[in-house]
């Protein structure tokens, strides 16, 4: 069974940065699926942030764009989520997930999701 483990969450003060990793067990498939993080914040649905496909294409949520950076390094099985200038707002749980089918924004395309990691934006 694949396993995903986020790491690289914290506490900042606004306008600070944090750079995510999301391991993956499954080192000799982990290059062909699309891979996304999403975020989940107290008493809210859990949303998209970020897709970067199996061949390096990206989409982004319209609240991150030219703050967050999504990258992969199919080598390591690894993905990655380079947040800058952070918001309060930006305050959650950040998972990353393993898209199987279906529209890369909607929780139900993906089939593995990691236990997350938590980002504190605060002053």
């Known amino acids: 069974q694949v396993r995903l483990v986020e790491s690289g969450g914290g506490s900042v003060q606004p306008g600070g940065s944090l750079r995510l990793s999301c391991a993956s067990s499954?080192?000799?498939?982990?290059?062909?699926?699309?891979m996304s993080w999403f975020r989940q914040a107290p008493g809210r649905e859990r949303e998209f942030v970020a897709t970067?496909?199996?061949?390096?294409?990206?989409n982004y949520a319209d609240f991150v764009k030219g703050r967050f950076t999504i990258s992969r390094d199919n080598d390591q099985s690894t993905l990655y989520l380079q947040m800058n200038d952070l918001e309060p707002g930006d305050t959650a749980v950040y998972y990353c997930?393993?898209?199987?089918?279906?529209?890369?924004?909607?929780?139900?395309?993906?089939?593995?999701w990691g236990q997350g990691t938590q980002v504190t934006v605060s002053s």
């Open positions: 499954a080192r000799s498939t982990f290059s062909v699926y699309d």
């Open positions: 970067v496909s199996w061949s390096g294409g990206t």
């Open positions: 997930g393993r898209r199987e089918t279906g529209p890369y924004y909607k929780q139900a395309s993906y089939d593995t």
